[in-house]
């Protein structure tokens, strides 16, 4: 048995028009030049960067490299024992130490 849901839910633009009204700030979107002063701001749309710097894959986190394959299935009941290598190429069975920017 279903049961109906108990609120009026308001749009979204409804909400954003009256936190506009009530903090009295302007959600207009406009063009400015990044030399202007930011402090505050918000952007309304993504800001993408055209080229990866530095221009290779790396880690964002310490942490291991390992295989999935070889992870799979493991748990805290049923954990999954890895050699640690200091390699590039990483085969079955193995890991490696991985710091934050490393390739």
Do not use: H
């Not at 009256?18 to 930011?38: G, Y």
């Not at 894959?57 to 493991?74: E, F, H, M, N």
Request: glycine share 2%; with cysteine.
């Amino acid at each position: 048995m279903s049961k109906e849901f108990p609120y009026t839910l308001t749009p979204p633009s409804k909400i954003i028009n009256e936190i506009s009204r009530i903090a009295n700030i302007s959600i207009e979107e406009e063009c400015i030049e990044t030399n202007q002063k930011l402090l505050s701001r918000y952007s309304s749309k993504d800001v993408v960067a055209v080229m990866d710097i530095p221009p290779y894959d790396r880690a964002l986190v310490d942490g291991y490299a390992c295989r999935s394959q070889d992870i799979l299935y493991a748990s805290a009941e049923s954990p999954v024992v890895l050699k640690l290598v200091d390699k590039d190429v990483i085969n079955e069975g193995e890991c490696k130490e991985l710091n934050t920017g490393d390739k």
